[in-house]
């Protein structure tokens, strides 16, 4: 049983006590569950599959303190957050150098599947969009598709303290029907931004996509890069401390599709998006937060999850520019409470 198994086994008894903070996260469940708006992601036809009335919050302080609301341990496929993490696990493997002579770091501004590449500089924009994700898929290294797979999946491990599965069915349903990512790829190959064992890598891409996480885990792997690349539960290091700031960064200008701006300056915490209804947040020093309710906008982001956000950061002033003193002060708000606070 891993240190992550063994606290969760002693703590998940401990219910009855109560914090502010849990108190404030039932209060926002209760307020945004009646929220209908929006659809769950079609293109992929599992993901259609997903229940409208899903909706879980969670937050990990970089202290090592849970506290999680309605459907925090309910699985779903990670989609596009994995790509923040993938981007990191490249950066480990052949330095940032490289990496953005491969993969640029603007905002497009267009959608995240737009057939989009910067041609000034004959690359993908941002690691973020599905071009530039599918390219730093492809530099992941391994001797093998399955080496390269498990490499991935160790990483996700690290970040969470558990194992993952992946989603064989949303997987299959991407790789019968992704052909928009697959003619990507093509583009990319033809001006030799890929190597040519393109659907190895796409597997791999849609693999990655269907990496089976929760709210919880959400949070946990943003804490993870709160707390500078190690989790606070387990204290295993998930990423080197030199790359944390180029996934935060990463994240906060182009993590939240084509509303990333917007985002910027009504949220301003760095985040990433995924159409399988998943946020993942970190709020550098302090904590990660994950949402998960799979009603999305025409952009691709989850509604309820974006409405818990901007509560959040307007509540406890978490804006990363926030140059003034909140009323709430969250320190004080996660103090008197069990590891483990769910519900
Ligand atoms: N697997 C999805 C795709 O490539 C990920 C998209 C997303 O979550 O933004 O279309």
């Avoid at 009504?266 to 009603?295: D, E, M, N, W, Y």
Wanted: some cysteine; glycine content about 10%; proline content about 4%.
């Amino acid at each position: 049983m891993s240190h992550f198994d063994n606290l969760h086994s002693l703590t998940s008894s401990i219910t009855a006590v109560t914090s502010p903070l849990r108190q404030y996260l039932h209060e926002l469940h209760s307020k945004y569950h009646p929220l209908t708006d929006g659809v769950v992601a079609n293109y992929i036809p599992e993901l259609a599959l997903a229940d409208p009335a899903l909706f879980g919050i969670a937050v990990v302080t970089t202290d090592g303190q849970i506290f999680e609301v309605g459907d925090s341990t309910t699985l779903f496929t990670s989609q596009a957050i994995s790509k923040a993490f993938v981007y990191g696990l490249a950066l480990e493997d052949h330095g940032r150098d490289y990496i953005t002579s491969k993969v640029g770091l603007e905002a497009t501004g267009e959608a995240f599947n737009a057939i989009l590449l910067d041609e000034k500089n004959n690359r993908p924009y941002n690691p973020m969009v599905n071009g530039g994700a599918i390219a730093i898929t492809n530099l992941i290294k391994g001797q093998h598709p399955t080496e390269r797979l498990k490499r991935i999946l160790d990483m996700f491990k690290r970040y969470t303290g558990h194992s993952h599965d992946i989603s064989m069915p949303v997987f299959l349903s991407e790789k019968a029907t992704g052909h928009r990512n697959r003619a990507m790829a093509f583009l990319m190959l033809n001006v030799g931004i890929v190597s040519d064992n393109l659907e190895e890598t796409l597997d791999l891409y849609f693999q990655q996509c269907s990496i089976l996480v929760t709210a919880r885990d959400l949070a946990m792997m943003g804490a993870t890069l709160a707390n500078g690349g190690v989790n606070p539960i387990t204290q295993e290091r998930a990423i080197d401390a030199q790359y944390v700031q180029d996934v935060i960064s990463v994240m906060l200008t182009c993590g939240m599709y084509n509303y990333s701006g917007e985002w910027a300056c009504r949220v301003g915490i760095p985040a990433k998006s995924g159409v399988g209804g998943g946020i993942t947040a970190v709020v550098p020093g302090q904590l990660g937060i994950g949402t998960f309710s799979p009603l999305l906008d025409d952009k691709g982001n989850s509604i309820r999850g974006i409405k818990v956000y901007q509560d959040l950061s307007k509540d406890f002033g978490l804006h990363l520019f926030n140059a003034t003193r909140c009323d709430r002060d969250l320190n004080a708000w996660t103090k008197g409470s069990p590891v483990d606070a769910r519900s």
